[in-house]
């Protein structure tokens, strides 16, 4: 595991930024106890230093007509390195694929994948993931209900 160099004021930074991304650096600084200069600075080498990888606006994805999402466990033939890569690349080039994880368990992969409704996931699943070669099994969850989705992440343990 790489190791982490921040120190209170960046993990404040960081908390701060994934509550309100949107904040002006002069709000950033004065609810952090620094002055506009340093706490510019500070966001810039946290970024350079790949602690923070981005900004992005959080949609209501019902709003997008987005509001169906399942959750599936994939299992695939075999783990040769070079099938699972191109298996890989096959779904995270998917843009219904919100998340994809290798995971340990039943499962090889456990996706995540969002669409409007009942229908279109058929299409997904049929005309699109289950065509990859590789892909022996495909379990579906289907979401009822978001109680909580996209959470700042929690940095408590680097006190």
Do not use: W
């Not at 981005?54 to 994939?74: H, K």
């Amino acid at each position: 595991m790489p190791k982490c160099d921040l120190d209170a004021i960046d993990r404040r930074i960081i908390a701060e930024l994934q509550a309100d991304a949107r904040l002006t650096n002069v709000d950033l600084a004065q609810r952090v106890g620094l002055s506009p200069s340093p706490c510019l600075r500070r966001v810039k080498r946290l970024e350079q230093d790949g602690y923070i990888e981005g900004y992005r606006a959080t949609l209501r994805r019902e709003r997008v007509r987005l509001g169906f999402s399942v959750f599936l466990g994939v299992k695939i033939e075999g783990h040769a390195n070079e099938r699972a890569l191109t298996f890989e690349a096959a779904v995270t080039a998917m843009p219904e694929v919100v998340s994809c994880h290798l995971v340990s368990g039943e499962a090889d992969y456990f996706l995540e994948v969002v669409v409007p409704d009942l229908e279109h996931y058929q299409r997904f699943l049929v005309g699109k993931l289950l065509n990859l070669p590789i892909v022996r099994e495909v379990r579906s969850n289907i979401s009822i209900q978001t109680l909580k989705a996209g959470a700042a992440l929690p940095l408590a343990h680097l006190d």
